[in-house]
C-alpha cells in the first residue's frame, strides 16, 4: 500500500506561483509513475502532468505546458508541482497519484492506484 499526502494548496491571484508537494509512505514507489490530476467543480478529473519512475520521462497536458513543472525526490519520497504564471482557470483541486508503471496511457486515471486527498488551489483574477 502507498499513502499519499497532499499540500501546497491555497488562494493566489492570477500570474502568482505555488508549488505543491505530494508525500508518500508505505511502500517504494521506485517503480511507480506519478502524476498530478485536478478537478473543477462539476468538471471531470483532468490530467495535470506525470512524471516516470526514471524521472526523466516527463509529460504534461498542453494547458500547462511551459507554466508547470513536476520534479520528483525518491529518496524523500516527495512530489512537486511547480505552478507558475497560475490563470484563474487553474482553480480546481488538485490531486497526486501514483501507480505501477505500465502500457496504459498515464493521462487516465486508470493507470494509478493510490491516490491522495486533493488540495484546493484557488487562482482569482
Known amino acids: 500500500q502507498v499513502q499519499l499526502v497532499e499540500s501546497g494548496g491555497g488562494l493566489v491571484q492570477a500570474g502568482d506561483s505555488l508549488r505543491l508537494s505530494c508525500a508518500a509512505s508505505g511502500r517504494t514507489l521506485r517503480f511507480h509513475i506519478m502524476g498530478w490530476f485536478r478537478q473543477a467543480p462539476g468538471k471531470e478529473r483532468e490530467f495535470v502532468g506525470s512524471v516516470w519512475s526514471d524521472s526523466k520521462t516527463f509529460t504534461y497536458a498542453d494547458s500547462v505546458k511551459g507554466r508547470f513543472t513536476i520534479s520528483r525526490d525518491d529518496a524523500k519520497k516527495t512530489m512537486y508541482l511547480q505552478m507558475n504564471s497560475l490563470r484563474p482557470e487553474d482553480t480546481a483541486v488538485y490531486y497526486c497519484?501514483?501507480?505501477?508503471?505500465?502500457?496504459?496511457?498515464?493521462?487516465?486515471?486508470?493507470?494509478?492506484?493510490?491516490w491522495g486527498q486533493g488540495t484546493q488551489v484557488t487562482v482569482s483574477s
Open positions: 497519484a501514483s501507480g505501477i508503471q505500465s502500457t496504459i496511457s498515464v493521462h487516465t486515471t486508470r493507470a494509478y492506484s493510490y
